[in-house]
């Protein structure tokens, strides 16, 4: 079974994860980042094998965070809080100034009490208002799901993460509206 990717060809096949990425430095890079990081206790899933441009990667339970927005399928306050649980974790595990950097929404799985990041193919550096300002833009824009619903999310994370993490709400909202405004761009080149 195939899953929803842009860059890399990734797959379920016998209980485990295969993903195949562009050269065997980006698998080597990548199974690296998510050793380091598993090792110092981020919810990532573990390397098991890794040959050429394939890694083996440990099947985590959850739905990507899209999926599971557009349900309805999910308490707002309760996933903001366990989004705003695994930066917590990232950002203890990672050197000051690295950020997640790739935080689209398939990038997360959710198991209701859970979240796993996925998809760690390079390092990023910037302000962790970056990180929240993405991910609340990628919130706001899972269409069919409940307006009302969506908005919550978006502010209960943004409000958790800013109080958690020290961010001026006005940073996470510039970095919000400039994803917003990549997004819309983005999309209609795309068409």
């Known amino acids: 079974m195939p899953f929803l990717s842009k860059r890399n060809h990734v797959e379920l096949c016998g209980g485990v994860v295969r993903k195949r990425v562009q050269s065997p430095e980006a698998a080597v890079r990548e199974a690296a980042i998510l ?13 098991l094998d890794l040959r050429g441009c394939v890694l083996t990667l440990e099947y985590l ?9 557009e349900s ?11 989004v705003c649980g695994w930066f ?3 950002y203890e595990a990672v050197p000051p100034g690295e950020i997640r950097g790739d935080v689209n929404g398939r990038n997360f799985l ?18 962790k208002a970056r990180d929240a300002g ?9 269409d069919t799901c409940d307006p009302a619903r969506r908005a919550a999310l978006r502010d209960m994370f943004i ?19 400039a994803e917003r ?3 819309r761009v983005r999309r209609k080149s795309n068409n």
Do not use: N, S, W
Not at 110 to 127: N, W
């Open 35 to 47: 050793r380091e990081l598993r090792g110092r206790g981020v919810a990532v899933p573990h390397v």
């Open 61 to 69: 339970p959850g739905e990507p965070l899209p999926d599971l927005i």
């Open 72 to 82: 309805g399928g999910f308490d707002p306050g309760k996933l903001a809080f366990a």
């Open 88 to 90: 917590a974790a990232f």
């Open 110 to 127: 959710y198991d209701g009490a859970k979240i796993y990041g996925v998809d760690f193919e390079r390092r990023v550096y910037g302000t």
């Open 134 to 142: 993405r991910l609340a833009a990628f919130f706001a824009t899972y």
């Open 159 to 177: 409000k958790e993460f800013c109080e958690r993490f020290e961010c001026a709400a006005e940073d996470v909202q510039a970095e919000f509206d």
């Open 181 to 183: 405004t990549a997004m």
